[in-house]
């Protein structure tokens, strides 16, 4: 048991190295490195443990499930990473409800554990499987709400608790099942009412869940490994829900009834209409510009115009030196960081990248604001409309600037669902079209005149 033991001390140590690396932009693929080290030892450890009687079928599923991942890392879109993490956390789920059925079968003692792990990952697993659907349109992202659906969600978790308690003081398969068939329920329930405004907050949570799952199930079976990955994902997970409800202005209150988002029958409706340019009038107005600051939302994320922003913020910095600099929302996109990932790919200067809290004062001195697709953490509503599922979120106030170009193939809403009045402000200029073509123009003007 020597070398399985030292292969675990070793695979915790690069997986919290890992975690710590994660945190700068600098060290971040030497982080994932020594994260896919880490789990690659944490693998082989167990595989050659002597708890373990039959490997050739541990092998058959280690083999498909790497398969399956390469697949995904290679396949995946970078727009389409929070469905694969929303159905990569109900994999964990599902994998705490089979070893807690696995143990009950065996007869393990651990009932407490096994329980606690039964209940967090069936949760965990239909609740992702629901978030999956909503991101990937299998369903519709707007919440879905019914009556006294709160106070159904309460009675079904108190029957799941009374019937817990049962269980592990005289355990018998009847009240396993139930167990288990409510917490599935109840992680369908939790999920429906969430919006798509509220999509960041609730990916963080059923990530922070799939991680307590999964110290649940190590304690059950005594796996010094699942403990602590499990508690790296469990901690880190409620830490970054913490900071998504702060950037989004959710309440622990509201997430644990289940009201991720209020429903709003207000719209945005006015009589003014909104004024189109050409690229050819953006690139006139940001060469004689001295500062730009561009925020990228969703639209540049699908039509994969990151390295034709570098391009043009390389021009204009270079040709006509104008101060360029990237403004990122918290929650910008489909999930936390995914605008910092797409601008890091295109070899974009991360000091030249900055947070809400550190650029929003900027854009009353800004000539130029480039919105390029990011609709909802633009939206002037969340200041003002009550009833709106964005209200009091904090925005990035591109209102401010002396001019807005923003990129959009229409006027439709964002995926909060809810009109923007910023395309009829008298600064903005829209710029219909596809982000990548409309910036590649501007860039073309750039370099011509």
């Not at 600098?26 to 450890?45: D, H, P, R, V």
């Not at 709160?150 to 009847?174: D, R, Y």
């Not at 991680?211 to 409620?238: H, M, N």
């Not at 690229?279 to 500062?291: C, L, R, T």
């Amino acid at each position: 048991m020597f070398i399985p033991n030292l292969l675990y001390l070793t695979s915790s140590f690069l997986l919290i190295s890992s975690i710590r690396m994660l945190s700068s932009p600098k060290t971040a693929f030497k982080g994932n490195f020594y994260g896919f080290i880490g789990i690659l030892l944490a693998i082989i450890s167990s595989i050659y443990s002597s708890d373990v009687d039959n490997k050739f079928w541990l092998n058959i599923i280690i083999i498909f499930g790497a398969v399956l991942g390469i697949y995904s890392g290679l396949k995946v879109k970078i727009t389409a990473l929070p469905q694969m993490i929303a159905i990569f956390n109900s994999f964990g789920g599902l994998s705490a409800v089979c070893i807690s059925l696995s143990e009950q079968l065996s007869f393990s003692p651990q009932y407490v554990m096994n329980t606690l792990g039964l209940v967090i990952g069936g949760i965990t697993f239909t609740g992702s499987i629901i978030a999956f659907a909503k991101l990937q349109g299998l369903i519709k992202s707007k919440p879905f709400h019914f009556r006294l659906q709160n106070k159904l969600n309460l009675i079904i978790l108190g029957i799941i608790i009374a019937v817990s308690f049962s269980f592990i003081l005289k355990p018998n398969n009847t009240l396993f099942v139930i167990i288990c068939f409510l917490t599935l329920l109840l992680g369908i329930l939790i999920l429906l009412p969430v919006g798509g405004a509220d999509m960041p907050v609730a990916i963080s949570i059923l990530n922070a869940f799939s991680g307590w799952a999964t110290v649940g199930i190590g304690f059950s079976l005594s796996s010094l490994i699942l403990i602590i990955i499990g508690s790296i994902v469990g901690f880190s997970g409620s830490i970054l829900a913490y900071v998504m409800m702060q950037s989004m202005n959710r309440s622990l209150k509201n997430i644990l009834t289940g009201s991720f988002a209020k429903q709003s029958n207000a719209s945005y409706t006015s009589d003014k209409i909104a004024k189109s340019g050409s690229p050819y009038d953006a690139a006139f107005i940001m060469e004689n510009s001295q500062k730009i600051i561009i925020v990228p939302g969703y639209g540049m994320a699908v039509s994969q115009a990151q390295f034709s922003l570098k391009n043009m913020a390389d021009i204009l910095r270079k040709k006509y030196n104008v101060s360029v600099k990237f403004a990122i929302h918290p929650v910008a996109g489909r999930m936390p960081g995914h605008m910092n990932v797409l601008l890091a790919e295109a070899g974009i200067d991360y000091n030249d990248v900055f947070e809400l809290q550190d650029i929003n004062n900027e854009f009353s001195t800004a000539d130029v604001a480039y919105v390029i697709g990011a609709n909802d953490i633009t939206n002037p509503l969340a200041k003002t409309d009550s009833s709106s599922p964005i209200y009091q979120m904090p925005i990035l106030d591109v209102e401010k600037a002396k001019t807005v170009f923003f990129v959009k193939r229409s006027l439709n809403s964002g995926y909060s669902g809810i009109d923007n009045p910023l395309f009829y402000a008298s600064n903005t200029i829209m710029l219909y079209g596809d982000a990548k073509q409309i910036t590649d123009e501007i860039v073309k003007q750039l370099e011509q005149s």
